[in-house]
């Protein structure tokens, strides 16, 4: 699963995540290793809060690349981890990946933090939490 990330548009958060998962692996639990998943056998419909916190963090503060994940296309596996079968991301207009299919550009990095913040409502307080901790190491 991981050499699928790797191929993604998802490929730098898949790899801010595994990055943060050496440094706060407690915090990071809650994704699953390689994150993209086909949704198959040890997996459930389902998504995470403490997950999404971690994947907008991860997406903004270090790829500059942010995961708008469906609904219909988070599991969680038998752990809670949370997986994500397909995602659109969210980039800056001169990403490598802007103009791909399922890639939203946004003109600057106001608007792409605007996008970030969108997304921040469906995660609730968590995103505040998993954002200091992960970004001030408190």
Not at 20 to 39: K, N
Request: glycine share 12%.
């Amino acid at each position: 699963m991981a050499l699928l990330a790797l191929t993604s548009p998802l490929a730098p958060v898949v790899a801010a995540v595994e990055g943060l998962r050496l440094q706060h692996p407690d915090l990071v639990r809650c994704v699953a290793q390689g994150l993209v998943t086909s949704g198959g056998d040890g997996w459930r419909p389902g998504t995470d809060r403490c997950a999404l916190a971690v994947l907008l963090v991860a997406g903004w503060t270090r790829a500059r690349r942010v995961p708008l994940p469906a609904g219909g296309e988070t599991f969680l596996n038998r752990a809670g981890q949370l997986g994500i079968r397909r995602a659109r991301v969210a980039v800056l207009q001169d990403g490598p990946v802007a103009g791909a299919p399922g890639v939203v550009v946004a003109a600057s990095r106001h608007e792409l933090l605007q996008i970030v913040l969108e997304h921040a409502v469906e995660v609730g307080p968590e995103l505040q939490t998993i954002m200091r901790k992960l970004t001030h190491g408190s």
